[in-house]
């Protein structure tokens, strides 16, 4: 309900005697709202992949201090965002990926687990991409991991699998360091849509800047063509560098694969430390004390070099698909490696990308100066294994009595002169998991009346379609509805 | 910013030639609404103990399924809320616990882990309760737990360390199997305010119900006189059942000691299970199977019993508050065992609590329908241990190849059909530990304006003043103005 919605209903409550007048007063305010709709219209998404609630605390305990804010944290709207997943079988998962989470906010379906633009049965759904180019808008996503990666992905592709991002690995490989059987159905040989990459290829989006320049290299089935040439072929200008982009012309089409596979991050631990085990001094007895980890500072990333940062990105792309432009736009942005990071159990890592989310909003809302009726909406696809616990221990004597996380920790030195021990014991893994706590939705004032306190993840979907003026795709669910 | 005032900035920038008709029309509006202003005034404030991001996800997924909503989620108003807790040096600490967290929502300042209504250096801070009180407003306190323990215990008393409840063990002894040097320069006997139970039983508030009756029976130093007695001397009904309130006097002050320490829990693991270790297949190998715990469900709990509900002692407070009283009250309520329950890594405990909550809480709306001038609030005052994880794990052949949590894990089958793994990493002691995420606030309409999406923890006690027209103790900290 819209906040004007609301007050008047309140205000018809309580105060009969004024009501008639003020529903003439607002019938003309109304009025006066709708000879305005030709002005141009732009919604920006923001998503911090991984940006769960103790991961949003922690970069605000080191960024701003405990009792600083972020600049999400002055956002007028506010809103929880409850995730759905589901298993093959129909039944309910609680923790998601980024694909499917992808899939929720472009389309407003709830599916499967690395499921791309597809339903739970592989029926491609319409993402607002799609939807919004048909109708005449620009479109634009920008990404610090590879532009074919899990949640770029969802908004351009249609594949039953995130990992299938190029017309080699579609056939199965080694991914990570396992067997991958790939998704050769979906192969271009075999009547398929084609990879990630090669849809992307093919898609209507006006402007795409991330990594991923290795994913455009194999050439097409039955053909010698490289998927990059195929972008080019497309429409595409095809760059390595964000300079690059500076004389284009407006509404020329572009693709910037501006790294190899992601863009480095910002931050490392010092010494590139990331959180360690602790010392057992005794294996044997589980009381003997433990000694743990030296606390650790946050330092730049001396491979960040002349990497692209969020912020560039974002200008870049609101100055490209603004200019020349009476329709509007819709643009996504991802902080990527908040995920990434967090997978790696590196604190400083992630932080910094937290900190590339927040430079990207600022020049958002710069944007939004010159260019009112846009909507800003900051989110996560969702949350992550980390855990801001306390330091030392709130149990008797501690290490020294050998109380210690089973997992890895880290103890970071925060520039307000605390000491924040996070906790990586989700898994005992090379890699830790993702979480299943709901998520932050902020808003700017333009989204007053269509986000509400509490809301599914696929209904972040129907607001972006409905402040468009784009029929939503209905958001719908196998299990759920 | 209220929803009406930010209505009228957005309407004076975009429709000036109607702004000064509506702002003669909202300045009656507002005269009609301060002749309403002798109406009694209410705040009811509802704390989940440890009810942090991921706790109230997890009962969500069980209690409504991973579509549905809480009823806490059905609230017009929600926030963020920033904890912040410092070391006895002044420096930040990044996890708080009941007592600071209480201390912070009681009374508007920052403090140290374990002080209970007192700065960092011991100077006792004004409480809510005593505020309204001496304003001529009841105020009543609800909790599960000890009406001593620590959350409780911020809004009643004033004293360096939670766990000095009563006359004996402020002198120091054994609390929770281990030495506790006590608190005794504040004992009676040395000059000081005595224990929590000896300053509850002087306390202004009209109505307290809980458990803690032990807490009682000791003798206050130099008297013969119980703690108990020493209450109703002070003007107390002490009644050790809640059915003993029914034919109360309006106006008639009431000590109610319903469980000799804590009340008994609603629900439980079925079997008395909670989260397990899984067992490993050779340990000397991290690579080889392990088998996990067995999917397990909630049961009531056979030790309920006739313990009364956090709904039937919401609906008496609300009644004998509310009798004959032109003023108005102040009410907190308090469903402990979230956090005591998950402590001991048990989900179905917590989870059954969390149900508490949201009964009180429908209690509470009931009441606001023929007492529409009540604030009500329903926060958490940290987060906990708890995490949602995958089931299951993300990575490889999981079990199969030993990828498991290094923690202990309970993976719970939900009433929707899916199975929720969760996951208690945070320690290898006996109880898991508190963690450092904001917290979620709920609030009625009537929060509107008054609470903004961002808020300091300290910033509750001040929208709680305000809307009872009391001067807010200034929020303060050592380290973070």
């Known amino acids: ?51 769960g609630p103790q991961q949003l605390t922690m970069a605000r305990n080191y960024l701003t201090g405990s009792a600083g804010q972020l600049l999400v944290d002055t956002a007028p709207v506010y809103a929880s965002i409850q995730i759905e997943t589901e298993a093959a079988d129909g039944t309910p998962l609680y923790v998601p990926d980024s694909a499917n989470t992808g899939t929720a906010m472009a ?92 849809q992307i290829a093919k898609s209507p989006v006006d402007l795409l800047l991330g990594g991923g320049r290795v994913h455009f290299l194999p050439t097409i089935a039955g053909s010698n063509q490289r998927v990059r040439d195929a972008a080019s072929e497309n429409g595409f200008l095809v760059v390595d560098r964000l300079g ?19 863009l480095k991050v910002r931050m490392r631990g010092s010494g590139s430390r990331k959180a360690e085990p602790v ?27 002349d990497t692209p940062t969020l912020r560039q990105m974002t200008a870049t792309a609101l100055r490209l698909l603004s200019a020349e432009n009476p329709k509007g736009f819709f643009l996504m942005v991802e902080s990527a490696s908040i995920d990434k990071q967090s997978h790696q159990r590196n604190p400083c890592g992630a932080i910094g990308e937290v900190q590339q989310l927040e430079e990207a909003l600022a020049e958002a809302l710069k944007f939004t100066e010159s260019h009112p009726r846009t909507l800003i909406l900051v989110t996560a696809d969702h949350s ?55 998520v932050a939705l902020f808003g700017n004032a333009e989204a007053k009346g269509l986000v509400t306190p509490y809301m599914r993840q696929r209904e972040i979907h129907t607001v972006m379609m409905r402040y468009l003026s784009l029929a939503p795709q209905p958001t719908s669910s196998n299990t759920h509805e």
């Open 244 to 262: 690059q982009l500076d004389a284009l012309t407006p509404g020329q089409r572009a693709l910037g694969l501006l790294a190899k596979e992601n």
């Open 279 to 305: 010392t057992l001094t005794d294996p044997s007895n589980p009381n003997a004390p433990v000694i743990l980890p030296p606390p650790m500072s946050c330092e730049p990333n001396p491979e960040f070099g």
């Open 384 to 438: 992550h294994g980390v855990q801001i616990v306390p330091e030392p221990s709130a149990y008797g004597g501690g290490a020294a009595e050998g109380v210690h996380s089973p997992g890895k920790i880290a103890r970071l030195k925060t520039p307000e002169g605390g000491l924040m021990r996070l906790n990586y014991g989700v898994n005992n893994y090379a890699v830790t998991e993702h979480t299943g706590a709901n």
């Open 1 to 51: 309900m819209s906040c004007s919605h609301r007050l008047r209903l309140e205000l018809e409550m309580k105060y009969r005697p004024f009501f008639m007048l003020l529903t003439a007063l607002l019938a003309s305010l109304v009025q006066a709202e709708s000879s305005n709709s030709e002005e141009p219209r732009a919604v920006i998404l923001l998503i911090g992949d991984g940006l």
């Open 107 to 198: 389309s407003g379906v709830v599916t499967n687990i690395n499921h791309v633009g597809v339903r739970p049965d592989g029926t491609p759904v319409t993402s607002i991409i799609e939807a919004a180019s048909r109708a005449g808008y620009r479109t634009g996503i920008i990404t610090t991991a590879a532009v074919t990666d899990a949640t770029p992905a969802t908004f351009l592709a249609h594949i039953s699998h995130d990992d299938c991002e190029n017309p080699a690995v579609i056939l199965g490989g080694t991914v990570y360091g396992r067997h991958f059987p790939g998704c050769p159905e979906e192969a271009t040989e075999n009547g398929g849509p084609g990879s990630t990459a090669e």
